[in-house]
């Protein structure tokens, strides 16, 4: 499609080109897009209306919410949940499942989603982000449990995410390739500005939490070692580092760019099974970085293959530029 189709057009002409498509998914995009128009709205005003700092509560994985946190997970629930067009939704904030009211239309979805991604840099004004996971519904059922939501990565009807950046970027995918449409707020539309993203399949840069280096298991450490050695080692090439500690600003880099972004498994985070989740972190942003023709895994395994076992289930991850992450997982099958 054109360069600056609006994201509602992309939206209309995608459904018309699916002969069974019954509109409702193009309505559960429509209610996705107008929440995180109010987050960007939200983010971008920060302190002129009182909202960053921390909330005082604490959510299901520890950590202490800020209140954006809180905002953005009430805009995404409450705009799903009156669209109509989802059965059950889930978050990051939310410690179960969230059943709709009684009084409520159910749709044939599920959504998953982290309202603010990378939440530790919304008081220092660094790019945040929202990222959702999109799944069909068990027929017949009025309120979907954990366990209907327990499906893997493969299973996503679509997934991406909404980068609140110097510019607000929605990236898409349902399948069929990987698309951005920056915000006009001019217009109150998002654009098509990034077409058919691919990921270049080789690149100098990764991205990991160095500080971490002394946790990690014995295939991370060579692998950044090697990157660190530079000219002088087996790599033959000098390599960059960027941590910007937000996830979704390291994948919309290494969509851009290329790269490989790592959150691997270490020992200060082996009993909880990594630091990111898999449900509304690495299974939406996997299926994101595969359709625009990079690599995710574990470390030993593909990411999208893994069967959940929890609803917060935690998981390490390593994506991106095909030919890097390939290599640390021939390291982790050596
Ligand atoms: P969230 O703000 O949704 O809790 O996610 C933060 C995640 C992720 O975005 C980022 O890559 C990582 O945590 C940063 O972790 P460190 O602070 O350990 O570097
Ligand atoms: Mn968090
Ligand atoms: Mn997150
Ligand atoms: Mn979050």
Same mark, same amino acid.
């Given at each position: 499609m054109q360069i600056g189709t609006s994201l509602t057009h992309f939206l209309i002409e995608s459904q018309r080109a699916h002969k069974?498509?019954?509109?409702? *998914? =193009?309505?559960?995009?429509?209610?996705?897009?107008?929440? #995180?128009?109010?987050?960007s709205s939200y983010v971008n005003k920060g302190n002129l209306i009182g909202i960053l700092g921390s909330a005082e509560s604490e959510n299901i994985q520890g950590e202490t919410q800020k209140k954006l946190d809180v905002i953005s997970n009430d805009v995404f629930t409450n705009t799903l949940m009156q669209g109509g067009q989802v059965a059950g939704l889930?978050?990051?904030?939310?410690?179960?499942?969230?059943?709709? @009211?009684? $009084?409520? &239309? %159910?749709?044939?979805?599920? #959504?998953?989603?982290? @309202?603010?991604?990378?939440?530790?840099?919304?008081?220092?004004?660094?790019?945040?982000? $929202?990222? *959702?996971?999109?799944l069909h519904a068990p027929e017949g059922v009025a309120n979907p449990a954990e366990a209907e939501f327990l499906q893997p990565g493969t299973e996503q009807v679509a997934a991406g995410y909404c980068i609140y950046g110097p510019s607000t970027?929605?990236?898409? =995918? $349902?399948?069929?390739?990987?698309?951005?449409f920056t915000l006009d707020k001019d217009i109150g539309e998002f654009m098509l500005t990034h077409p058919n993203i691919t990921i270049p399949e080789d690149t100098s840069e990764f991205a990991i939490n160095m500080s971490n280096q002394r946790f990690w298991d014995a @295939?991370?450490? %060579?692998?950044?070692?090697? #990157?660190?050695?530079?000219?002088?080692? @087996?790599?033959? %090439?000098? *390599?960059?580092?960027?941590?910007?500690?937000?996830?979704?600003?390291?994948?919309? %880099?290494i969509l851009t760019r290329g790269g490989i972004f790592m959150y691997p498994i270490d020992s200060k985070h082996r009993e909880r099974g990594g630091k990111l989740r898999l449900m509304?972190?690495?299974?939406?942003?996997?299926?994101?970085?595969? &359709?625009?023709?990079?690599?995710?895994? $574990?470390?030993?395994?593909?990411?999208?293959s893994l069967a959940p076992q929890k609803l917060h289930q935690r998981v390490p991850v390593i994506l991106g530029s095909k030919n890097e992450v390939q290599r640390v997982w021939d390291y982790h099958k050596a």
């Open positions: 069974a498509a019954s509109g409702d *998914f =193009t309505l559960l995009m429509n209610d996705i897009v107008s929440a #995180c128009k109010v987050i889930a978050s990051e904030e939310m410690d179960d499942v969230y059943h709709l @009211p009684a $009084t409520a &239309q %159910r749709g044939k979805y599920l #959504c998953v989603y982290d @309202p603010l991604d990378g939440s530790s840099n919304i008081d220092v004004n660094v790019t945040v982000g $929202t990222i *959702f996971s999109v970027i929605m990236v898409l =995918t $349902t399948g069929d390739g990987v698309n951005g @295939p991370v450490k %060579r692998y950044i070692d090697e #990157c660190l050695i530079g000219k002088e080692g @087996p790599r033959g %090439r000098d *390599f960059n580092m960027r941590w910007v500690a937000s996830m979704v600003a390291e994948v919309h %880099r509304y972190e690495a299974n939406p942003m996997s299926m994101i970085v595969e &359709q625009a023709g990079g690599l995710s895994i $574990t470390g030993p395994d593909r990411i999208m």
